[in-house]
């Protein structure tokens, strides 16, 4: 029976917003079905072995705790991180990791280095801190799906010209406010501003990865009640009415 071999990165400094909700959901969709399910972590000044997880995980952060993450993931794991990414190994990460995936995060004069698996730098340009509920359009090869969170971030991201976003926002604020894209996808790497926690809310992106990262077709489960639920109810919180999907 396979086992999804789940790594969270800096999962004490890089968790707000009850981001640690994601693993739980991995976590149960595989011992739903019968699949294994094996969490490590790896922290501040800790290796990471590329080929010893299927999912690499990062939440959110403030910009305090970023600041410590930023060097040490550029130093310690940003070799293993490409490397993992390269064969195929999913890479998820939400709001302040996902800033880190990328060239760099500027703030306060300070410019934090990203481990640059993605094309795409972020600033933090003045204005408000984007926040609310929000909801895109994405195609992860699945068809047209909705992506439903939360989003509370002061960075602004902006994708390099070869760079895909996510989505397409269709409700809410997205990468910068301003040029209607959400997060980042390149191959199995993903990056997302949507808090939720994201998977909770988006059961069909919880089993996509799980696919994508052991290369298996899952079955559905009974979702009707309480998975389905709480996807209408974060769709209905950004304004963009639940349709079939
Ligand atoms: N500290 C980052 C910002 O404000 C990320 C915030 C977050 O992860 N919610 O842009």
């Not at 993931?73 to 991180?81: G, P, S, V």
């Not at 799980?210 to 950004?238: K, N, T, W, Y």
Request: charged share 20%; proline share 5%; aromatic share 6%.
């Amino acid at each position: 029976m396979p086992t999804l071999r789940v790594c969270s990165l800096y999962p004490e400094l890089m968790n707000i917003y009850a981001d640690r909700g994601n693993i739980a959901v991995l976590r149960a969709r595989c011992e739903w079905r019968g699949l294994g399910f094996e969490h490590a972590a790896a922290s501040l000044g800790a290796p990471l072995d590329p080929d010893a997880h299927d999912l690499f995980y990062m939440g959110g952060g403030q910009d305090r705790d970023q600041i410590a993450v930023a060097h040490d993931m550029a130093a310690t794991k940003r070799e293993a991180l490409h490397a993992a990414a390269g064969r195929g190994a999913v890479v998820l990460a939400v709001c302040g990791g996902y800033q880190l995936l990328g060239h760099s995060y500027e703030l306060g004069g300070d410019e934090l280095p990203g481990v640059g698996l993605v094309d795409l730098r972020t600033v933090r340009e003045p204005g408000p801190r984007l926040i609310g509920n929000c909801a895109i359009e994405a195609d992860l090869g699945t068809g047209s799906r909705v992506i439903a969170g939360f989003e509370n971030h002061g960075g602004r991201t902006h994708l390099g010209p070869e760079e895909r976003p996510l989505g397409r926002v269709l409700a809410g604020h997205g990468n910068n406010g301003s040029d209607g894209f959400e997060g980042v996808h390149r191959d199995n790497v993903i990056g997302t501003y949507l808090h939720g926690p994201l998977l909770p809310k988006n059961i069909w992106l919880a089993d996509h990865l799980i696919e994508l990262a052991l290369g298996v077709e899952l079955e559905p489960l009974a979702d009707q009640q309480f998975e389905d639920g709480a996807h209408a109810s974060a769709r209905r919180a950004a304004g963009v009415q639940a349709r079939l999907n």
